[in-house]
């Protein structure tokens, strides 16, 4: 992984502007894994120097970051949703316990959390470029789904900022700050799946 993307990373370190931001917080966001954090800081640290608007930069990273996401949607929509459909059809699915009325349950329940679900998925390493995946599988919203990935992109594209921004001269202290903010993060993920979890239980009992 690291020989992949270490010219990319090369090459965008020559050629930092908002295209090449927005460009790469698209790979970044779809279905190819492409990490923001080699994206965003260096941005931050040109903004910093006074190369960039440290505001354009947020901008044109949530942007790029949001056009990602409506790729997965809309594979996700027009392809996944009717391969998922299909295969809750078969016999094979039927001895898995999957079927069709379990799968529209499914959609429904995500469309009822999806907003929530989306804005948090947005703020989890890991997570980030999946969590439009579920969001066209469930149909949601189009409207929805464009404000509450911004909402997240754009607040997980600030935190970077912010880092990158005061800290990038200093490269150890801003992997550590990182390296604890993505346990942070991935801690609050999985006690919202657990609170998600809890939550569905406790409706079949009543």
Known sequence: MTEYIQPIVDWYMANINYLTITLLMIIESSFIPFPSEVVIPPAAWKAAEGSLNIYLVVLF?????????????????????????????????????????????????????????????????????????????????????????????????????????????????????YEELSYILLGIGILFIIYLIYKGVRKRKC
């Open 61 to 177: 990273s949530t942007i790029g970051a949001l056009i990602g996401a409506l790729i997965n949607y809309y594979l996700a929509k027009y392809l996944g949703r009717f391969l998922v459909y299909k295969f809750a059809d078969t016999r094979f699915a039927h001895l898995c316990l999957i079927d069709r009325l379990k799968v529209e349950k499914a959609e429904k329940y995500f469309i009822k959390n999806g907003n929530i679900s989306t804005f948090i998925g947005r703020l989890v390493p890991g997570i980030r470029q999946l969590i439009s995946i579920p969001a066209g599988l469930a149909n949601m919203q189009l409207p929805s789904f464009i404000l509450y990935t911004s909402l997240g992109a754009g607040l997980w594209n600030i935190i970077l900022a912010i880092l990158g921004y005061v800290f990038y001269t200093q490269k150890d202290l801003l992997e550590l700050y």
